[in-house]
Structure formats: structure tokens, C-alpha cells
């Protein structure tokens, strides 16, 4: 079965986030949205103009975009989600152009589990830390990333 974008926004932010509370939601949106509307690098390429799809289901970008990860099977994936009212209300949300402002223009976040985030990410350099909101650090594109 073929998910709508409000289906697909609503799952992954819940499997991404749904331990966050309304704003780690909201930030896992805003990235997601950041990078369907980014206008330079890889996410631009990706996205052709707008594709939610695509860019959630880019390779290796998002877990829970995954049903296998190193060859085993991932039971936090978007499949087995289940969203709930607030879920489908924060990709609303997201899909009608709002966003985080503690998040502005991050184009990632990531779950270090552990107590600091480290100062870049990716670790090619194309990202540089902006802040953490929960249990998810949230980096900003630096100069580099336009050349990804």
C-alpha cells in the first residue's frame, strides 16, 4: 500500500520522535520539511522539487525508513506505527509550512545516546551543531554542504 505524505510524515515522526513530546516531534518535522524545500546539495537532488517520499526514503538517512538494518530485521520502522491524532496534527502542521524555529534551517538530527552532541554531523563536515531538543541533536548546514 502506497502512503500519502500526511501518512508518511505522520509515521516516521512517531517512529523517529514519539518519545519527544510536541516539540521533538515538531523538530524531526521540520528537518524533514527542511529538506523537501532545500534549494542547494544532495537534499535539492533528492527531493526533485518537492518529493516528500523521496527523501524520506533516501538510503540510509532514517532508521525507521528501514525494515532491515545490517541484515537484520528493524521493528521500529514507519510500518509498524501506529500514529495517533497528535501525529497526523504535527505532519498537518509540517505539510502546511510551519516550523520549529528552535530548529530554523537544520537539515539533521540524530539520537547520540549520550549526554553531549557532538559538534558536527554528518561527519563529513556539512553540518555544525544548533541545538538539542530531548534526546536529538540538530545540526544546520554549513558552507560544505551546498558542494554535497
Sequence with gaps: MAYSDR?????????????EGDNGMK???????NRVNASTGEYSRISQG?????????????????????????RQNIYNMN?????????DW????????EVGDCLWFL???AS???????YNGSGTLHTRIGEHCFYRPT?????T
Design 7 to 19: 501518512e508518511l510524515l505522520a509515521r516516521i515522526v512517531q517512529c523517529e520522535a514519539g518519545g
Design 27 to 33: 523538530a524531526v518535522a521540520t528537518v524533514i520539511i
Design 50 to 74: 518537492g518529493n516528500i517520499r523521496n527523501i524520506i526514503f533516501q538510503r540510509g538517512q532514517f532508521d525507521c525508513a528501514s525494515e532491515t538494518i545490517g541484515g537484520r530485521y528493524n
Design 83 to 91: 500514529p495517533t491524532n497528535v501525529h497526523y496534527e504535527i505532519a
Design 94 to 101: 509540517a505539510l502546511a509550512g510551519n516550523k520549529l524555529n
Design 111 to 113: 539520537n547520540p545516546f
Design 116 to 122: 553531549n552532541c557532538g559538534p558536527t554531523f554528518p
Design 143 to 147: 558552507s560544505k554542504y551546498a558542494q
